[in-house]
């Protein structure tokens, strides 16, 4: 996919929002999220939006997939769960520090070498257990360890991976491009250090069906990869996991509230919640997929019970997050 100038790169702004989702609490509304999505086809036609789906927004780890194929079109073939650790976010487990580690020794390096920070798990159990924040616990840790494969393969500079001219960061941005058929024109610092890209909801949403349809054997790699292996890209019981588990489709959240979901042979979705909350993501994302004919209504409820977000007043359930009046 040749790419294109993007004449018109401005954010998602308030006027360019509809209502998404609305918490509940004892029978008032006590919170709105407003925010934007767009679904496309196969072939990246846009089949449906709500708000200005034209407006350019950092993806966040939305990106991770694409980033995931530039390593592994880099030269870093990893396969199975250690490829879905490419493109995760994941829950910090000791499961998932292990697995990020393993990656690491199979290319000779150590845990320091991670130019991610060091963090404290997503999970909290395995949180409360540690003495303190690592790099293995980062929820990016599997996709640092991917790009220092990359760079020992190549024999690339370790040290300096995260610079935006270093050759596997140049090779990232013309995946992206490749992808989503935008140019990149802005350069962002992401939350794990690596450089980041505005893209329009529409290309990222292009980019994701690409990915999900199979459009090279490395997307179809890293869509069975999930698809098999769901516990890796985010954590047992996680909304990304559970969403990937019970309906069969590519979930993959952002940070500051974005979210992409694909379909198996290539209709996707991409939302941003303009507050940055995550809350709504999931909703969102699964109410267009179903409103679209994409996703059994049904099957997207049960997926939401399980991993919605709980509305609690003393410990019980007093209320819940609906959809919103702009997904309806």
């Given at each position: 996919?040749?790419?294109?100038?993007?004449?018109?790169?401005?954010?998602?702004?308030?006027?360019?929002s509809?209502?998404?989702a609305?918490?509940?609490r004892?029978?008032f509304?006590?919170?709105?999220?407003?925010?934007?999505?767009?679904?496309?086809?196969?072939?990246?036609?846009v089949?449906?939006?709500?708000?200005?789906?034209?407006a350019?927004?950092?993806?966040?780890?939305?990106?991770?997939?694409?980033?995931?194929?530039?390593?592994r079109?880099?030269?870093?073939?990893f396969?199975?769960?250690?490829?879905v650790?490419?493109?995760?976010?994941?829950?910090?487990?000791?499961?998932?520090?292990?697995?990020?580690?393993?990656?690491?020794?199979?290319?000779?390096?150590v845990?320091?070498?991670?130019?991610?920070?060091?963090?404290?798990?997503?999970?909290?159990?395995?949180a409360?257990?540690?003495?303190?924040?690592?790099r293995?616990?980062?929820?990016?840790?599997?996709?640092?360890?991917?790009?220092?494969?990359?760079?020992?393969?190549?024999?690339?500079?370790?040290?300096?991976?995260?610079?935006?001219?270093?050759?596997?960061?140049?090779?990232?941005?013309?995946?992206?491009?490749?992808?989503?058929?935008?140019?990149?024109?802005?350069?962002?610092?992401?939350g794990?250090?690596?450089?980041?890209?505005?893209?329009?909801?529409?290309?990222l949403?292009?980019?994701?069906?690409?990915?999900?349809?199979?459009?090279?054997?490395?997307?179809?790699?890293?869509?069975?990869?999930?698809?098999?292996?769901?516990?890796?890209?985010?954590?047992?019981?996680?909304?990304?996991?559970?969403?990937?588990?019970?309906?069969?489709?590519?979930?993959?959240?952002?940070?500051?509230?974005?979210?992409?979901?694909?379909?198996?042979?290539?209709p996707?979705?991409?939302?941003?919640?303009?507050?940055?909350?995550?809350?709504?993501?999931?909703?969102?994302?699964?109410?267009?997929?179903?409103?679209?004919?994409?996703?059994?209504?049904?099957?997207?409820?049960?997926?939401?019970?399980?991993?919605?977000e709980?509305?609690?007043?003393?410990?019980?359930p007093?209320?819940?997050?609906?959809?919103?009046?702009?997904?309806?």
């Amino acid at each position: 996919m040749s790419a294109a100038p993007s004449t018109d790169r401005h954010p998602l702004t308030v006027d360019g929002s509809v209502e998404l989702a609305v918490l509940d609490r004892s029978g008032f509304d006590e919170s709105r999220h407003i925010g934007a999505g767009v679904v496309v086809a196969a072939d990246g036609t846009v089949i449906d939006a709500v708000g200005d789906a034209t407006a350019s927004i950092y993806p966040r780890s939305t990106m991770k997939p694409f980033q995931a194929l530039a390593i592994r079109r880099a030269g870093a073939v990893f396969s199975g769960d250690e490829l879905v650790m490419t493109t995760a976010s994941h829950a910090g487990t000791p499961s998932h520090q292990s697995l990020a580690l393993r990656m690491l020794e199979r290319f000779d390096h150590v845990e320091e070498d991670l130019g991610c920070p060091p963090d404290l798990p997503f999970d909290r159990e395995t949180a409360r257990s540690m003495t303190g924040p690592r790099r293995l616990a980062m929820n990016c840790s599997g996709k640092h360890a991917g790009m220092l494969a990359a760079c020992r393969v190549h024999g690339w500079d370790s040290a300096s991976y995260l610079d935006i001219d270093h050759p596997l960061q140049r090779a990232v941005r013309a995946t992206v491009e490749d992808a989503t058929g935008e140019v990149v024109d802005v350069v962002g610092v992401d939350g794990c250090g690596a450089p980041v890209f505005p893209l329009t909801l529409t290309g990222l949403a292009r980019g994701i069906a690409g990915v999900v349809a199979g459009s090279d054997d490395d997307s179809a790699a890293l869509t069975e990869a999930v698809l098999a292996n769901a516990w890796a890209i985010d954590g047992v019981g996680r909304a990304n996991t559970v969403t990937i588990e019970r309906l069969g489709v590519l979930a993959k959240l952002g940070a500051e509230g974005v979210m992409v979901m694909g379909v198996p042979g290539g209709p996707a979705v991409a939302v941003k919640v303009l507050d940055g909350s995550l809350r709504a993501g999931t909703l969102a994302a699964l109410t267009l997929l179903v409103r679209n004919g994409l996703v059994e209504s049904a099957a997207a409820d049960a997926v939401l019970a399980a991993t919605g977000e709980r509305v609690l007043g003393g410990g019980l359930p007093v209320g819940a997050v609906r959809t919103g009046s702009g997904l309806r």
